[in-house]
């Protein structure tokens, strides 16, 4: 259709696209966050769809994919709060690489573990959501991958879930005593002094799952038992959630040791990070383990990734520069140690007359 001045205007309408949305049910600022912090985020994530909201009616407009991706995620969202969770700004990006993938936010992460003093412990990726699963379908589950993952604190909210509906006895909680790198020297005080920096990770999220005060009993009453892996040998672990933290560095032997504690009624979750072995020489346990047993049923290998990272989104950034970053200097070292190994036939040619190829004759 031409303009009052008879200049041709472009048709954008197979190029726009508008979606209306009445929330009801739930207030707006749930949905939207305070100070629309989430109304933020969304529109961050779809730079090509504009946002209004008025009253209860939120309208999506411009790019037809953006906006029908967009609008799926909005009533994922939705869903998820009129369950009666909060929402975070990190839930949002996470959702739209759910949506854009063809899951559901809300199936995958609606099911909370535990509700503790007003705040629910459910996962918070995909990732998450297949590890939580394979913890309740399997007697032995490694979840292997990066920090800030969620690999131990999921894992001790299945012990507590477990623990309160009395489907075990008991909780034990282990790690290797081994210092990060650094030397700590001799410690003061009595033996238990001595491993409790090792172990207190363990006990902070106790105590963040559990109330305070209950904590100190479960302990005293060997309900709730915290200890170095070197305590596990000679013990069969009966009707217990075993959790072993930190397993990348287990040698193969004390892997083994661990895995043969096992007992009747009992569950183990094995969680560690391969690339932050502090090992001073030798293999890791955690890295042999998923060779040795990655047929064995009942024994399943949960692999977590930068994109099921629950801490600052710059955590995520980081293990993917690290991760560039190891794998070309692998790819460094190998064309180096290829290069000298072309040198060394060279030379020993060159050093034997008999090993020089010969010429075909005439």
């Given at each position: 259709?031409?303009?009052?001045?008879?200049?041709?205007?472009?048709d954008n309408s197979d190029r726009a696209a508008e979606e209306r949305l009445e929330v009801d049910g739930v207030a707006m600022v749930r949905l939207l966050g305070p100070q629309d912090r989430l109304l933020?985020?969304?529109?961050?994530?779809?730079?090509?769809?504009?946002?209004?909201?008025?009253?209860?009616?939120?309208?999506?407009?411009?790019?037809?994919?953006?906006?029908?991706?967009?609008?799926?995620?909005?009533?994922?969202?939705?869903?998820?709060?009129?369950?009666?969770?909060?929402?975070?700004?990190?839930?949002?990006?996470?959702?739209?690489?759910?949506?854009?993938?063809?899951?559901?936010?809300?199936?995958?992460?609606?099911?909370?573990?535990?509700?503790?003093?007003?705040?629910?412990?459910?996962?918070?990726?995909?990732?998450?959501?297949?590890?939580?699963?394979?913890?309740?379908?399997?007697?032995?589950?490694?979840?292997?991958?990066?920090?800030?993952?969620?690999?131990?604190?999921?894992?001790?909210?299945?012990?507590?879930?477990?623990?309160?509906?009395?489907?075990?006895?008991?909780?034990?909680?282990?790690?290797?005593?081994?210092?990060?790198?650094?030397?700590?020297?001799?410690?003061?005080?009595?033996?238990?002094?001595?491993?409790?920096?090792?172990?207190?990770?363990?006990?902070?999220?106790?105590?963040?799952?559990?109330?305070?005060?209950?904590?100190?009993?479960?302990?005293?009453?060997?309900?709730?038992?915290?200890?170095?892996?070197?305590?596990?040998?000679g013990r069969t672990l009966n009707s217990s959630f075993v959790v072993l933290d930190e397993a990348q560095n287990t040698t193969p032997e004390q892997m083994k040791m661990f895995l043969t504690r096992l007992?009747?009624?009992?569950?183990?979750?094995?969680?560690?990070?391969?690339?932050?072995?502090?090992?001073?020489?030798?293999?890791?346990?955690?890295?042999?383990?998923?060779?040795?047993?990655?047929?064995?049923?009942?024994?399943?290998?949960?692999?977590?990734?930068?994109?099921?990272?629950?801490?600052?989104?710059?955590?995520?950034?980081?293990?993917?520069?690290?991760?560039?970053?190891?794998?070309?200097?692998?790819?460094?070292?190998?064309?180096?140690?290829?290069?000298?190994?072309?040198?060394?036939?060279?030379?020993?040619?060159?050093?034997?007359?008999?090993?020089?190829?010969?010429?075909?004759?005439?």
């Amino acid at each position: 259709m031409p303009d009052i001045d008879g200049t041709p205007v472009p048709d954008n309408s197979d190029r726009a696209a508008e979606e209306r949305l009445e929330v009801d049910g739930v207030a707006m600022v749930r949905l939207l966050g305070p100070q629309d912090r989430l109304l933020t985020t969304l529109e961050k994530q779809y730079p090509g769809v504009d946002v209004h909201v008025r009253g209860n009616e939120i309208t999506l407009s411009g790019d037809p994919a953006q906006v029908a991706s967009a609008r799926k995620l909005v009533d994922e969202l939705l869903t998820i709060v009129k369950n009666g969770h909060d929402l975070h700004p990190a839930e949002v990006s996470r959702g739209r690489r759910m949506v854009d993938s063809g899951q559901s936010p809300a199936a995958l992460l609606g099911e909370a573990i535990l509700q503790v003093r007003g705040k629910t412990i459910r996962p918070m990726t995909a990732g998450q959501a297949d590890y939580v699963h394979a913890i309740d379908e399997n007697t032995i589950v490694f979840g292997i991958g990066p920090a800030g993952t969620g690999k131990t604190y999921l894992a001790m909210a299945k012990a507590v879930q477990a623990l309160q509906r009395k489907e075990v006895d008991r909780i034990i909680l282990s790690r290797p005593a081994i210092e990060a790198g650094e030397r700590l020297g001799y410690l003061p005080g009595t033996l238990t002094d001595k491993i409790d920096p090792y172990l207190r990770p363990l006990y902070d999220a106790l105590n963040e799952m559990l109330d305070p005060e209950l904590v100190p009993k479960l302990l005293a009453a060997g309900t709730i038992e915290v200890a170095p892996l070197a305590y596990m040998r000679g013990r069969t672990l009966n009707s217990s959630f075993v959790v072993l933290d930190e397993a990348q560095n287990t040698t193969p032997e004390q892997m083994k040791m661990f895995l043969t504690r096992l007992g009747f009624g009992s569950r183990m979750v094995i969680t560690g990070d391969v690339t932050q072995i502090d090992l001073p020489a030798g293999a890791s346990g955690l890295r042999l383990v998923s060779r040795v047993l990655k047929n064995v049923d009942d024994i399943h290998f949960s692999t977590l990734t930068s994109d099921d990272v629950v801490r600052h989104s710059l955590v995520g950034r980081i293990i993917d520069a690290y991760t560039e970053y190891d794998q070309k200097q692998q790819a460094q070292h190998f064309e180096r140690e290829q290069a000298r190994e072309f040198a060394n036939r060279a030379e020993r040619r060159s050093a034997d007359p008999s090993l020089r190829p010969r010429r075909p004759k005439k």
